[in-house]
């Protein structure tokens, strides 16, 4: 039997929680005119409280709590170390970011720490109903988040329409839920698992799978399902930006790695078409529209949408070379991307005073470092080698190949070089002279302090890190790809799954 009390199963999300409520508490207890900046650093350490505990789970036996409702595992401490890294180094990005005289401080610390129990939570979810809760605590923060500008007509507007999409996709998600319920009888991952190839109506199996790629493909921001993320991304402050790129993406590809890989296998030949056809259309839509874009905030934005379509090409790979693949990728986008919006907090400012491209000329002039890091990322993005970029898309249109899609990883190539066009376009802007000695002199928009110099070192070093020495992190894939194994044969009772998981 399972002798692991099960508050250590869901661990991480328990010291997140404390943390968040901790905040809103002394938020609560300060006076009006107070800093709230310490609240910023007690959520950054109660999040590296929570990111050694998830180191520490990898001590646990592997198996499951609360009867069955969440699992730890390697695949499960992989997503929520990332997770919590991601937090991390974007309360650390706030902390300069966010003016002193903002409102609500306090809640937006708190909202992005309660963010980050929703997604850990979802990629621990073994129960759909569990699924769907988490989905709900991760996706509220991220729809206030977006709207913390309150005082611009563009943060209201982002919110706006971020709830209201993100609510339909929910209910496609929900809808899903309840479809395979009424097939199988069941909401558990491991039993719908079992039972879903035998079941009566497989006409309900197939519309509950597909009712379910449309609401987690909404949170990957992959096409046809996008429309809401160039106007969100600009919306929304950079550092909430810088989250909710990579964050909820991670725990959402998480969740769609169980639903096709874990509970869906048998139906391979249904859902690997849909993912092949989306991952084709998410990278040229991305990658031309990007093209046409002046602001930096939605050309990043439509990038996001193409980058989504490179790592859903890793789902064509077969067993545990796609599942490693997809959890590289998205890792390695993570630091990335966090990177540059990092960069784009500095150079633009709170409220997104230099928001286009022809803003960036000469940035490389007025702060070395400040630009030489911009074009860093913006290398890594393009997936020159040496960079986290070259090895994550190295690895996806590997498993594509692996799997027989020769054509999807050609197509995701050609996307490679199409992108190249505009990233190096912003990249000649950096490193372009200014026009007069004025702009050249000009300093930075937002102060560079002990946060955002510390949130660049980490986004810097991991970028570097995945690309240099990339043997540790993709090791960690495919230990945790080896433990999301399709269910056991019908013959195992709930308690022997348990005890044969923790034997592994």
Known sequence: MNSVPDIYRILPEVILTITGVLVMLIDASLAPLTSRRSLGWLAALGTGIAYLSSVWQLSLPMGTGFSGTVETSPFTVFFHVLICGIVIVTLLLSLDALPEDSHHQGEYYALMVFGAVGMCLLTAATELLVVFIALEISSISTYILAGYR???????????KYFLLGSFATAFLLYGIALVFGATGTTSIYDIARSAANAQNQLLIEGALAMMLVGILFKVSAAPFHLWTPDVYEGAPSPVVALMSTAPKAAAFAFLLRVVYEMFPHLRNIWAPILWAVAILSMTVGNLVALRQQNVKRMLAYSAIAHAGYLLAAFAGYGTTGIAAVAFYTAAYSAMNVGIFAVVTIAGGYSDERPLIADYKGLIYRSPLLGSLLIFFLISLIGIPFTGGFFGKFYSFNAAV?????????????????????YLRLAFAVAQRPDDEAQASALPMTRAGLGIITALAFATIATLALGILPGGALHAAETGAHTLQPAPSSTESPAEVTVNQTSR
């Open 150 to 160: 309150k005082q611009t007509g563009k943060g209201p507007e982002a919110a706006i």
């Open 402 to 422: 692996g799997g027989g899609a020769v054509i999807l990883a050609v197509i995701g190539l050609l996307n490679s070089g199409l992108a190249a066009a505009y």
